[in-house]
């Protein structure tokens, strides 16, 4: 009796396994469903399992097994952030890969698909089962889908210990975590545990039995849902939850992807999730990319961008044709790929090494380039930018702020320690989430990432491709201890309060008043700060191009009803007269600034004073200054002093900021002709440098 319970139980978990796998592609017998199929076996559990005499592999494992040496998964991330890389799926069992190499054993394409031990109790020796559709030597056909072959870096890696705990340490203290759920994965995930550590192996995602999708153990939709579910039933990402690839409803129109992850219904955003941009298989870029990163943003999981409703040209939100080479101005994002990781940040100018050796940081003169993911977490950004709500004309926000806006959550900054006026910082903290705007700009826009100034200030030694302008370090210029500075780090009334307001200590004259200011700039005047987007940006924010500054048709990438500076469209120079004649169209200031209000462009005597460029009293990059009021002295250097038709413009030598006006106030001998106008050197101006 006892044994005829047992003969039913085997005989019912026989039949069980048939029943879940006769229906699936893993049915090689001549009744199953798939191609690749025996010409004449009809057993379905022998091309893996035998009851008797298992060789190495569990569960009574009857295939023979790969000697293969694979190139495994690795990444400059995985290096960098210290985790446990993959191990060499094994041969022994009881070591990591063993469940693996059973997959791999067809997969991998060096083992024929009939080579197995023992058919009802027949060891084949060197004879297999013979199969249909298959190669010459029974192998798997490389041009498949299922085919993985024996490079493994492009797929996600199996034989890796899943460990939670790793985290990187940032400057700041603020840590950058692994982010895969603590202690264990969601069920049904499985995990194999070898000498007490849990390990990540094929049959962790994959149930070779299961009649569903790609053999997923998580079934709770189509294929785009279960895709989804299985990546987040490991994968913890901070904010994913209710961002906008885990909610944009928003659907492909490729039919393709319609067919295949929608099963023949629509599949939107939400529903693939992360399968919009990785693969767990034959990924193109790092980390499981889909294609490189900038074409992974613009098609998303689809053929084209335009059946897409992601980022590329013809899709829901085009980023693709406002970027270099499309437009003069903008991030090099489509014009240098596969140099990029995003704990580049780390390894700037200040910092003394690159790990792992030989891989990139984001020094300029080491790999400069620029990557959707610099700018954005796409598991984290969520819609609304920095100036939504934005004012009547579409360009600003009504309550202007410096804070990381919700498309910019999550994103890697630096942060300077700021030195005294006019200094490059010497020391930047990384930080694994910038809070602020600009510690995002100035990963890139500072010394952290453009060097040392050969001159001692706050130019570099680059010179931008698109505009044939030499860099300038912007921490140096929007440093808070400069006499002035637009408030993109702090309020000009913060700035004040850490000078002192004296003209020995940092920042000299007063905040603008609300009268020169524009809307919404003069509403509570000296308690504002503002985005370096505020400035920069695409050429109609106003309600046709996406915000934000990834490419422009306007130098500088200059944004707003006016984007000419400090030339006119016929280059010639802007100038006071313009100003007095209302004949200031064009000229970016006029976005924000009311020029009328300042007196000084207002003065019609002495005669020199009716017409003088702008840029002989004003540093032709508009970020901050070492003088009051953003004035420029003859002594600086280009770019801030303007090179127009080869001669340099700025003509002061002295100035200092007084409630009331002086010409004594200003020191230019070369703009008095000799006579009383600035000529006299009455001291106490702003030093430079």
């Known amino acids: 009796m006892k044994l005829a319970r047992i003969i039913i139980l085997v005989a019912g978990m026989v039949f069980s396994a048939n029943a879940g796998i006769e229906q699936t592609l893993h049915n090689l017998s001549i009744t199953g469903p798939g191609n690749i199929k025996a010409t004449t076996e009809t057993e379905i559990c022998v091309f893996c399992h035998i009851p008797h005499h298992e060789r190495e592999g569990t569960p009574l494992w009857n295939r023979k097994m790969p000697t293969t040496v694979y190139n495994l998964y690795d990444s400059e991330f995985i290096g960098r952030i210290n985790y446990p890389t993959p191990m060499q799926p094994s041969e022994v069992e009881g070591q990591p890969g063993i469940v693996s190499r059973q997959c791999l054993s067809c997969h991998d394409g060096t083992v024929a698909i009939g080579a197995v031990y023992i058919v009802r109790g027949t060891e084949l020796g060197n004879s297999v089962i013979q199969m249909q559709n298959v190669n010459p030597d029974g192998t798997l056909p490389s041009t498949l889908r299922t085919f993985i072959g024996s490079d493994l870096s492009v797929h996600h890696p199996v034989a890796v210990e899943y460990n939670p705990n790793i985290q990187k340490t940032f400057g700041d203290g603020t840590v950058k975590t692994v982010e895969l759920r603590d ?26 039995h299961k009649q569903n999708k790609q053999f997923l153990r998580v079934d709770v939709g189509n294929l785009a849902q279960d895709f989804k579910q299985t990546c987040i039933s490991c994968h913890d990402k901070p904010g994913w939850t209710g961002s906008a690839h885990d909610t944009q409803t928003l659907t492909y129109t490729d039919p393709d992807i319609t067919a295949k992850y929608g099963e023949g219904s629509p599949v939107t955003v939400a529903d693939l999730g992360c399968g919009n941009c990785h693969t767990p298989h034959h990924s193109q870029g790092k980390p499981l990319l889909r294609k490189v990163e900038e074409n992974t943003c613009f098609t998303g999981a689809s053929s084209s961008s335009n059946t897409a409703p992601c980022h590329g040209s013809g899709g829901a939100k085009d980023i693709e044709t406002l970027l270099p080479p499309d437009r003069p101005f903008g991030h090099p994002v489509k014009t240098i790929s596969g140099i990029h990781t995003i704990l580049d940040v780390l ?137 002035s500075a637009h408030p993109v780090v702090m309020t000009t009334n913060e700035m004040g309060a850490l000078s002192g307001w004296n003209q020995a200590n940092g920042r000299y004259a007063a905040p603008l008043t609300a009268a020169q200011l524009l809307p919404p700039w003069n509403a509570n005047v000296g308690n504002q700060t503002m985005y370096c987007t505020d400035c920069h940006g695409a050429d109609a924010e106003d309600g046709v191009d996406p915000r934000g500054p990834h490419g422009s048709t306007h130098k500088f990438m200059l944004k707003g009803p006016n984007t000419n500076w400090p030339t006119k469209p016929d280059g010639t120079l802007y100038t006071t007269g313009d100003v007095k004649n209302g004949t200031t169209q064009g000229l970016f200031c006029t976005n924000c600034h009311d020029l009328t209000q300042a007196d000084v462009h207002m003065l019609q005597r002495p005669r020199p004073m009716r017409s003088i460029a702008c840029v002989k009293c004003h540093v032709a990059v508009p970020h901050g200054s070492p003088v009051s009021r953003l004035i420029g002295y003859e002594t600086m250097p280009e770019p801030y002093n303007y090179n127009y038709n080869g001669n340099l413009q700025l003509r002061m030598r002295g100035f200092k900021w007084n409630t009331t006006m002086s010409n004594r106030d200003a020191y230019a001998p070369s703009c008095g002709g000799g006579r009383m106008c600035h000529n006299t050197n009455a001291g106490g101006y702003d030093s430079y440098p």
Request: hydrophobic share 20%; aromatic share 12%; proline share 10%.
């Open 347 to 483: 390894y700037g100018y200040t910092s003394t090494e690159v790990d792992p050796a030989g891989s990139f940081s984001v020094k300029f003169s080491d790999s400069k380039h620029a990557e959707c993911m610099d700018c954005h977490n796409p598991h984290k950004a969520s819609p609304g930018n920095h100036a939504t709500p934005s004012d009547a004309s579409g360009w600003y926000p009504q309550t202007p702020s410096n804070a990381v806006s919700n498309v910019l959550q999550g994103v890697y900054g630096v942060e300077p320690v700021w030195p005294s006026r006019w200094t490059q910082p010497t020391t930047y903290n990384t930080t694994a989430e910038a809070q602020k705007e600009y510690q995002i700009c100035m990963k890139c826009h500072s010394r952290w990432g453009l060097g040392d100034s050969p001159n001692g200030d706050c130019t570099t030694s680059f010179t931008s491709d698109q505009s044939n302008i030499v860099l300038t370090d912007q921490s140096c210029e929007f440093n808070p201890y400069n006499r």
């Open 183 to 208: 202690p264990h994965p969601l069920p049904p995930i499985k995990l194999y545990n070898y000498g007490g550590k849990s390990y990540v192996e094929c049959t962790s995602c994959h149930d070779p």
